[in-house]
């Protein structure tokens, strides 16, 4: 089939980024630079020129900036994105007759007599033609631009003419810079290429990229063992845990728990009268997910909650479990929206092999899933007006994700700062495309990787394109579901390693708190994951004053990250190797802010090694003495060249956090 227009000759492909083939948008932060490349090329030797256009979906004109020819065909332009929400891009390119010409004068100039090794005549280099082409090119550009740049331009199309008809012996370059820049600013874009599409990329807050979060459950915040924790008692609580360096305060669902088939202490699935329930078991004849649970307070004081977080520089993140106890309002008022067997039942929700016997799935082929997917939007919408604007989503994998595109693409048109962080531990593809789907974190399976191979491994897979484009992790050492192995197993050197490792590998990690301080290590049962006398069930209490706490490593490690732009975003992350497989080496940058960390995995005994560091990568030269300083400690050390030593004792302190005291060389202002 002929094309509408076969003379547009120039080929892009290959745009980065993009996410599948553009389907999704790619994904940056506020105030990026993002460096858009592509290949771009014409037949034959005629030279190429290019554009990046892009705008704020809001902005109806676009923005345009020259394409940079990098290496081997492949071009390069940025912009910076200074708005929040839905941008565009995209490349146009053409064949530039100009710039084809005036290399060609050159290569004709260069060729005069007396130049070295020349001996013809400037006409027989067809000079004075080629410079009556380059003044039909100069007119056309004048034809182009507009006002005094048209004026210059025909000015200097008659000056080569001039020339031309002068007949010299020899020529000058006739050709100035000003000249050169005046006519790329007026391309002919008659014939130009635009690529087949307008890709899209969303630009989150800075906090969808770092944040340090802190769960816990407010039933047990009270200073009374005897009561109920309330809101007000989560507000006392503020400032410690805005002491500890957390930015986002994650509380599981505060609705109404159900009554039917309650469960209680240790996931037992019967319960007495006092036991509190599951509050993911959501709903009751009080109400569904837009309530609050009467024992925790009123709404004025969720309202306070949320307000004096922001005054602790924290923000509040609730929990969505899309999902419904018996007694919730939905199952009466809607029973289209759940499965309802021959026998009039429905089958109990399950993320296989966990059963949850308290609560009931949501259809998502229910015939009215228009209604279904408008309510669930809405409870959304229902706390973000009450300015909560990070959400923490229960197995979002366990509903459709056409669903969430839609509904997260609905939020985000009005609210583009809302941050939604997927809780789906499942298979590697249905994580990557919930996050494709809209989410702006994820959790991840760095709680089941604890090796030096399996934590390189992974790392290295997600925290480099094409993954980063759309996927920013988020890492815990232990939820209220998981309590893995090794902490049961390590002892207080464990809970330090995989504070360190989860705080310094990931930008964004978070904590299921008052366990992790205090070190809460019994599982309920051998083999299992989940915790003795679970929180989940049954109200707990903690001694935050416990001498053991860890909190003032907590503390250390998350003004770290603060103080260190370098631990606060995941693209640098780099790892070095050690002759050792149980110290893991790994460094991260931003600007002038370099950070290498030397981790003793092994929780039983000492572990040395020399470390084989990068010093590319560190843009550090070969034989150089440089200071390094462990933040973890402020001792400084002296390290020569690439191999440095060291010996890591887990019970004093298993790993260094180091800071190279030094100017590296930086040699691109890009965000890693
Ligand atoms: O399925 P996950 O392991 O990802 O866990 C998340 O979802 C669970 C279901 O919402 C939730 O499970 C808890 O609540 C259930 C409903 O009340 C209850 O039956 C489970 O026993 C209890 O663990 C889990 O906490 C959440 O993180």
Known sequence: ?????????????????????????????????????????????????????????????????????????????????????????????????????????????????????????????????????????????????????????????????ELANAKSETYDNPLTDEILALVAQYPDLTLATRYSQDLHLWVDRERARYSTWYELFPRSTSPDPARHGTFADVQALLPTIAAMGFDVLYMPPIHPIGKAFRKGPNNSVTSTETDPGSPWAIGAKEGGHKSILAELGTLKDFDALVAATREHGMELALDIAFQCSPDHPWVAEHPDWFNIRPDGSIQYAENPPKKYQDIYPLNFESPDWR????????????????????????????????????????????????????EAFTRPHVMYSLAKAGFSQSYTYFTWRNRKDELREYFEEITKPPVTDFFHPNLWPNTPDILHATLQNGGRPAFMQRLILAATLGANYGMYGPAYELGENLPAKPGSEEYLNSEKYEIRHWDRSASTSLAPLITKVNQIRRTNPALQSDGSLHFHNVDNSNILCYSKWSGDNQILVAINLDPTQEQAGWIDLDLKELAIPHNETFDIEDLLTGTHYQWHDRSNYVALRPDVMPAHIFRLLRRPIVETAQTP
């Open 371 to 422: 209604g279904l997917w408008e309510a669930l939007r809405d409870v959304f919408t229902h706390w973000i007006k009450r300015d909560v604007k990070i959400f923490r989503v229960d197995n979002p994998h366990t509903k459709a994700i056409p669903f969430w595109e839609w509904c997260i693409g609905e939020i985000h048109k009005k609210y583009p700062d809302v941050i939604f962080l997927a």
């Open 1 to 161: 089939m002929k094309p509408i227009e076969g003379r547009k000759r120039v080929v892009i492909e290959g745009i980065n980024p993009q996410v599948d083939c553009g389907r999704y948008p790619a994904k940056r932060i506020l105030g990026d630079i993002v460096t858009v490349t592509a290949a771009v090329f014409g037949d034959g030797h005629d030279h190429v020129s290019g554009r990046l256009l892009y705008r704020h979906s809001s902005a109806k004109d676009w923005q345009s900036m020259p394409l940079s020819p990098l290496t081997n065909d492949l071009w390069s332009a940025s912009y910076t994105v200074d708005a929040l929400g839905d941008w565009l891009y995209t490349l146009e390119a053409w064949v530039d007759h100009f710039d084809t010409w005036s290399a060609d004068l050159q290569k004709r100039l260069a060729a005069q007599p007396g130049q070295p090794g020349v001996s013809s005549s400037a006409e027989s280099q067809d000079i004075p033609l080629a410079l009556r082409s380059g003044a039909l090119l100069l007119e056309q550009a004048a034809g182009r631009a507009k006002g005094p740049d048209s004026k210059r331009l025909a000015d200097e199309a008659a000056r080569l003419l």
